[in-house]
């Protein structure tokens, strides 16, 4: 099947990718001439379900968006919310918002790392092949993963559509005393993130670059993650409420999620952009705390890392940010006086930003004078990655034309992987077709 | 050696699947018919079926009782299946989840790591329509008590089998 200049391939489930979806790769006259990522999208139901509802509900309705990332979806709809209505969250409230988002992140990239991503580079069809030969090191990922799911469950109240957050902060705010198992636990997984770090450095990469211009939050003086303004590696610089001036979406007739591009400006001049680990770690490298950003060095990512395979490598480097995170959150904690701020009821438009695991994850609500919900609004990071990843494959299949059918669907599949692509986050039904003419 | 919780050994109901994906949550909705109604001790969980989180929560557990939504083909929606699966039985039960990384993997990935509970069953009811909205088509909504009284059988013995 090699050497082939027509050709058209099939296979139906793409494994190890939380979502739902197909991708579909057509070569035609020994050229790459169509790649498409399919996608079935569940925030555009949520958008509609919201509308009539109560301004207070976005945090546990968009939290049943993805069982990976609930908190990313809670805190980008209430600091859209709290925007609209004026209110304000900062000092203790913010910490523990940050510390739980902490913990997402924790538990999110070492579910990735460990169950998606590695087996790729070990030669595993999947995790259960992996835990065989590798028991302690999926038993390291596991370790890692409890302890992001134990800020969740104490601070959410629970790893699954945590119910504690609320429009303003948490129904209830923990002791100092609740939090210090929490920290014997972070201190215990620290270790484990360093070495995490250290293993996937270990592994061999495709030699491969992303042009893309790149897009995260940034934030003086600290890494991003649960809040932030918007900056490019082009050189933009706006807020959440200026995220549609410069963020257009636009349907594509393979798929039901919308395409988005950076308006105006743009690397590759078509607009594509990327958001995710790459994109916050180039633009945000110096501002790791100093046990993450040695761990980064000590793995030779640099200042910037433009190379998807190692995304692996900066999602262990972010886990060691994180737990460090948590760790100096949980010793400066001070419970706040109240566990949120009122927020009132106003007529308006507001606007929430934060880096889900997986990229930028943005929210608008428009509410009415009673705070109903007139219009919602969720951009995810894998419809904003989706040109990117198309455009990755297209030059990825293009080097790769003498692969057999097989070998390339599987090279197809692990690319796509190191996008950690949540394209579903509901089920995940997903199948992935290759056509070579 | 299936059957009720050995003594000492605590007991766990898990419920999986997403209500927002209508007959996805059939699971939840026959943990939540169960709620003060267990037997003492018995724990009730809400998943959505990602396999780590499936592991942690049978850790350490005798029994362990799976409730959740498949696709078959062809369906016959509302239909019960009971599945039992013995601590050395891999591949004894891969039920076809409506989730694709899920409970068949998360069996594998406890087989290898040894921590599969002491015994594990696994009530399932064919779905009808797993699209996006909320709300049980009828003929799952019909079942979801037959199938929180089966669960209660299985947490009460002593009557395991196939």
Known sequence: ????????????????????????????????????????????????????????????????????????????ACQAIEDACGARVAGGIADLRRLLYCGEWIGSHALHIYMLHAPDFLGYPGAVEMAADHRAVVERGLALRRAGNAIMELLGGRAIHPVNVRVGGFYRAPSAAELAPLARQLRDALPLALETVRWAAGFDFPDFTCPHELLALTEPGRYPIERGTLVSSGGLAFTAAEFEQHIAEEHVPHSTALHARLTGTGRSGDGRYLTGPLARYTLNSGSLPPQAAQAAAEAGLGTSCRNPFRSIVVRAVEVVCAIEE????????????????????????????????????????????????????????????????????RRFVAARLDFDDARLTSACEQAIRNYDPCISCATHFLDLRIDRR | VTGPPEPGGKAVVIGVGNEFRRDDGAGPAVVARLRGRVPDGVELHLSDG?????????????LAVVVDAVR????????????????????????????????????????????????????????????????????????????????????RGPAPGP
């Open chain 1, 1 to 76: 099947m090699t050497h082939q200049r027509d050709r058209t391939l099939f296979t139906s489930g793409l494994a190890r990718v939380e979502g739902e979806g197909a991708m579909y790769v057509r070569v035609s006259g020994g050229l790459v001439d169509e790649v498409q990522l399919n996608i079935y999208e569940p925030p555009r139901f949520f958008e509609a379900f919201l509308r009539g509802r109560s301004y207070t509900e976005p945090p546990d309705i968009t939290a049943r968006v993805c069982g990976i990332c609930p908190i990313a979806y809670q805190t980008s």
């Open chain 1, 326 to 393: 948590a760790l100096r959150l949980i010793e400066e904690y001070r419970p706040p006086a109240a566990p949120a701020v009122p927020v009132i009821p106003r007529a308006g438009t507001g606007h929430g930003v934060s880096e889900a695991p997986r990229g930028v994850l943005y929210h608008r609500y428009e509410l009415d004078d009673d705070g109903i919900i007139r219009s919602a609004r969720i951009v995810p990071p894998t419809s904003q990655n989706q040109r990117a990843i198309e455009d990755d494959l």
């Open chain 2, 50 to 62: 990602e396999p780590t989180r499936l592991i942690e929560a049978w850790h350490g557990a005798s």
């Open chain 2, 72 to 155: 078959a083909e062809p369906a016959v929606p509302g239909r019960l299946h009971r599945l039992v699966l013995h601590r050395a039985g891999p591949g004894a039960a891969r039920p076809a989840s409506s989730h694709g990384l899920g409970l068949d993997d998360a069996i594998g990935l406890a087989l290898a790591l040894d921590r599969m509970p002491g015994a594990l069953i696994l009530h399932v009811v064919e779905a009808a329509d797993l699209s996006q909205g909320t709300g049980l088509s009828p003929a799952v909504a019909a079942v979801i008590d037959a199938a929180a009284t089966a669960v209660l059988r299985d947490l």
